[in-house]
Nanobody
Framework: QVQLVESGGGLVQAGGSLRLSCAAS????????MGWYRQAPGKQRELVAMWSSGGSTDYADSVKGRFTISRDNAQNTMYLQMYSLKPEDTAVYYC??????????????WGQGTQVTVSS
């Protein structure tokens, strides 16, 4: 089994910054990709940023230039550094990882979510 635990959410004023963390643990053989999604009230969950095992990254247009995804391979931890936050960034942020567990094929895992609230 694989677990993803997020941390770092909170309340911040517009223009402020936050850093989210996602730690993966359990019977991990390899991690193919890790990413951050968010879901605002009444909206569908959307991709914010993605890291893949080849080292490439991808960002939603709405966060390009403001958010940076990074990973500590040794710790199986992923980060999302968020700058210049806007009220429209308010959402529950979810960590996602495509993981090949020991004695199992690759599948997606999700964290429990962490709330980010940006006040105007």
């Amino acid at each position: 089994q694989v677990q993803l635990v997020e941390s770092g959410g909170g309340l911040v004023q517009a223009g402020g910054s936050l850093r989210l963390s996602c730690a993966a643990s359990g019977s991990i053989f390899s991690i193919n990709s890790m990413g951050w999604y968010r879901q605002a009230p009444g909206k569908q969950r959307e991709l914010v940023a993605m890291w893949s095992s080849g080292g490439s990254t991808d960002y939603a247009d709405s966060v390009k230039g403001r958010f940076t995804i990074s990973r500590d391979n040794a710790q199986n931890t992923m980060y999302l550094q968020m700058y210049s936050l806007k009220p429209e960034d308010t959402a529950v942020y979810y960590c996602n990882a495509n993981v090949r567990a020991v004695f199992a094929g690759p599948r997606d895992y999700w964290g429990q979510g962490t709330q980010v609230t940006v006040s105007s």
